[in-house]
């Protein structure tokens, strides 16, 4: 199978996406961006679980499952199936890359494990994608990314002082796991360049959900307990976070003395602030943060945003609209962007997608290929791939197998 764009980073590499849901598909997509060819295997008749979850597109597809399957091909495998497994098996040995979250000890009992597979092929690169540490004592428990938030400390960080412990808006820790199974892949890739040897790399939704603590996970060792929620505010920069002016919301950002002295004296047009010792520094400014704050919300909630904002803009502050979710994807700036595109789609007739985020020499990177309906490549990946004849699918068809 010929790659659709030669140029891409990581054309003529070739990826077996055995997984399902989030964290997998987002590593496998990442790499489908970048340029590798994706077979994303799903079973014949569900396909992956997403394709049932939220907003319909057509009879095979959601936006959910939209949102992380782009620039893959679809083949439909039972893998419960001994034929299935098999041909599971033959196109691996097709693939520089095979990236899997069953559970643990799943793809073993399919004969698809890190160690059945590398038989013969020491260059494989071989992405594991649990919830927790394989080695260790939970290693048999499912991972979950609410779950993994809520262990991980995530929800202890997030929202308000007042309010309950707070999910992220979406499953960040999949997400993230995704990301950084994609990193370790890529420099897996770097490696074997050199040595000519593949890796087993082992990601954990809990691993990954600890490290997004970042900042404040270290600041909790330092303390001794939990820092501060601020919300939308910042835990030590002021001010600093959303405001509500007259007509709507906006975030302001004041990073610095200086830009705090100009924020006073021509945003608000209070100089008197400025000039108060207990704000002149931002250590001085986060201290007496529930005085000063009152003072600037009344100030900012008297005036329009956009008023508030050109003023900012003029005085070299950082600040910007707060939109809604679909305001933003329809804004001059995403269109500006090329981030939202629309592809084909025999049912529908054409679908939002979004595009990859990356730019080489100027370009984004293309939607090469929009989110696959269930089955979509199976003929002409086992045809292209594994030289199997049109007799052979339709028998495995009639079994069940694709």
């Known amino acids: 199978m010929s790659n659709p764009n030669s140029s891409l980073p990581l054309a003529g590499v070739r990826v077996l996406d055995l997984s399902r849901v989030l964290a997998g598909p987002w590593c496998g997509m990442v790499l489908g961006d970048l340029g590798a060819e994706v077979i994303k295997l799903e079973h014949p008749e569900r396909g992956d679980d997403t394709r049932d979850w939220g907003v319909r597109v057509g009879s095979t597809e959601t936006a959910y499952f939209n949102s992380v399957n782009r620039n893959k091909r679809s083949v439909s495998l039972d893998l419960q199936s001994a034929a299935g497994q098999q041909i599971a098996r033959d196109l691996a040995r097709q693939c520089d890359v095979v990236i899997q979250n069953f559970k643990f000890g799943g793809a073993e009992k399919l004969g698809l494990g890190y160690e059945q597979l590398r038989r013969g092929r020491d260059d494989l690169i071989y992405c594991s994608i649990s919830g927790y540490d394989r080695s260790g004592p939970e290693a048999a428990r499912p991972g979950y990314d609410l779950v993994v938030q809520g ?4 929800m202890a960080m997030n929202g308000e002082a007042h309010q309950p412990p707070l999910k992220f808006g979406v499953a960040a820790v999949d997400l993230f796991t995704g990301m950084y199974g994609a990193q ?35 600041e909790a060792l330092i303390l001794g307990g939990d820092p501060p929620r601020y919300g939308n505010a910042h835990p030590s920069i002021v001010p600093y976070g959303v405001f509500d002016a007259a007509d709507g919301p906006l975030v302001v950002t004041v990073g610095n003395n200086a830009q705090f002295a100009r924020f006073c004296r021509d945003v608000i047009e209070r100089p008197d602030l400025a000039d108060d010792e207990r704000f002149r520094t ?14 600037i919300d009344r100030e900012i909630a008297r005036r329009e945003r956009a ?3 050109a003023r900012l803009t003029k005085a070299g502050i950082p600040c910007g609209e707060v939109l809604g979710l679909h305001e933003a994807l329809t804004s001059k700036r995403a269109a500006d962007a ?23 020499d100027g370009a984004r990177l293309p939607v090469r290929r929009p989110p696959p309906t269930l089955s979509e490549g199976t003929n002409e990946v086992l045809q292209s791939l594994l030289r199997l004849s049109e007799e052979r699918i339709a028998r495995l068809k009639h079994d069940g197998v694709v």
């Open 184 to 218: 370790a892949v890529l420099a897996a890739l770097f490696e074997r360049q050199k040595t000519g040897r593949g890796r087993h790399v082992e990601m954990a939704l809990f691993d990954c959900g600890l490290m997004i603590t970042a900042y404040y996970g270290l």
């Open 338 to 360: 090329g981030l939202v595109t629309r592809q084909p789609h025999p049912e529908a007739g054409s679908t939002p997608v979004l595009a990859p985020p990356y730019r080489f």
């Open 307 to 309: 008023l508030l904002l």
């Open 151 to 154: 262990e991980a400390g995530l």
């Open 282 to 295: 931002n250590v001085g400014r986060a201290a007496n943060r529930d005085v000063l704050v009152p003072e």
